[in-house]
């Protein structure tokens, strides 16, 4: 049995180093043909990613929520006005026990004087919130984030083209995003977390189909205004978490899961205030397939807003503070229409985070703490970190995610017992 | 004539003294950190620890003035070295008498970040230069007088010591050798709260740079902990028409080739 595993996994090996390889070839065939005009660059890194469970195993019996060796390869041409950008990780993951490949990013530039397109795999990070987010609607990775994952990996790239308009008095960025692509949240196979109905297993994901109604759509204008970095947003597209639809409330034996309609209507500013940053962001979520909140299994529309403020209290130690607020609209609709059984949502749902950063040794070592802390839930997330480096070229961290607090259902208190050490080593080159 | 001449020489040397050691740190400042219109560097810094282990800090430096010397400039960095930090770009909008705004783009995550900047005796990247150090200090913070006049190697120098107003310095005073002719810091020496010699700045390499002596080496030394960084000046450059669009989000994501190689 064993040694068919390993077979396997040879095999998927084989079929990864041959990709790699073809993956190579197309980087050289492409940086030597653009070697005469342009500039190309080839760079990446090495890095192991390892975090043990502190409580207790997963679900499934293993003690790690993550276990990856994984290589990263950048590659980057520039030929004015054009720019090729390739960003490909080969990785092999111990607890699913598969190699593969993935694409992080990949797009073509093209840059004029007053505009600028860029067309393929790409990732857009929009608003003033940190690890909170209200107009930056695009699609995030939960579980690595939750699994101890360096941060670079809570943002999923999208397939889609982003154009961008500087006249003098203001800039505008366009997105269009053809295909959906969801949030990840963690794996039941690896997270302990709450659900409503665990024992309807017949379960049937739909994502929204790749028409032309379905492509999102993204829409950012932004100036400086009194010192102040501010931007207008809209979004038209979906929910990227999954809603559950049974086939009946009282004895249900399949579920749905699909991703509602949604707009968000949003603005942020920041700017220097109070001797520090000062953040300021709202967003009126439009839930567009439960117009009057009556729907209990789709989200009611919600107002969104965030307040943050940093400062640096002494050399090289940074403190930031955010307070976040939903408020939920049709609340009595809501509170009607809810089924028994299924945990009731606050009105208004508050969390606050602090994030603490010391840099020492000529900025070598690194003493953070990010904490959540939910005063309407009672939960909390927990995040220290030590990161070292070593050199240039390597560095190290470790660090913690620690959750508690709330009830079984809530944000945080549902990963109660998800508690996990990290480790991660980087090579770069 | 030669009354004329007698008088000129007498007054020469009043001409000199009239200088007053504020005066002398201004004309400094002007050719250390305002000369030109903007400015343009590929920056090499080596972190050196007392051990002798090295880490460096390579970036295109580019700098635009606006207003009088002394004035509002902004700063636009690109970084090649380390591999952690390749492509990341830096701004910097610098108020001589309020904070600057500082920018941070991370091109990992694909964000531009606002970054708290109170401190301004920070250390930057990590080198023995603080923030003050690349950007310079306000004038009017510091208490100036002539404390003597020196040579170092063949140069002429005021020595001038600075001392802050307010409690906000990590040093308690400063001693600057001010050349006589370019006006350029050819030497500082900073003390600490207590009186000891904790920092050494010397500039080791004076070249003309279309028409303007420029510091092109130049290396600060911690003297209590024996960490010191060496910074070496190439592709120098003077009156290139940076425009003002380049200080900017956009920029900072996608920063011109022009402009930072």
Redesign the interface.
Known sequence: MRSRQRLAVCSQLRRSTFIVCALCSVFYALSVSYAAASETSIHGFLQGNYSADLDMSNPDGGDFKWAEERMQLKLDTNKEPFRLFFKTDAYYDHVDEKTDLEMREGYVDFTSSKWDLRIGRQVITWGVGDLVFINDVFPKDYEAFFSGRPMEYLKKGVDGIKIGVYPSSVSAEVIVIPFFEPNVYPQGNRFYMFDPMPLVTNREEREPSGSLDNTETAFRIYRDIAGFDTSVYFYKGFYRQTSMLPDSMSSPTKIDLFYPELSVYGASTQGRALDGVLSIEAGYYDSRQDENGTDPMIPNSQSKNLFGYQRQIWEDFTAGLQYYCEYMHDYSDYERNVPSGFPQENKLHQLTSVRLTQLLMHQTLKLSLFSFYSPSDGDYLLNPEIKYNFSDNIWAAIGGNIFGGGDEWSQFGQFEKNDNLYAQMRYEF | MRFFILLLIMLLPVETFALDATDIMKKSQEAFLYQGKDFKARVMMK?I?KGG?E??REMTMLRKNYGASGGEQKYFMYFF????V?DMTFMVYKFPAK?D?RWLFIP????VR??????K???F???DFTYEDISGRDIEDDTHSIAKEEKIGARDCYVIKSAPKAQDA?YSYKLSWIDKVNFLPLKEEYYDKKGELNRVFTADEVKDVKGFPTVTKRAMKNLLSG?RTEVTFTKTDYNIGVED?LF???FLK?P???WV?
Request: proline share 5%; charged share 35%; glycine share 2%.
């Open positions: 972190l620890s282990q880490r460096v070295q380390p591999a952690d390749k904070d705004d990992a995550i694909n964000m606002r970054i708290a900047a109170q401190d005796s920070s250390s990247v990590g080198s990590d960490h669009s900017s989000e956009r996608q011109p080739k022009k190689e």
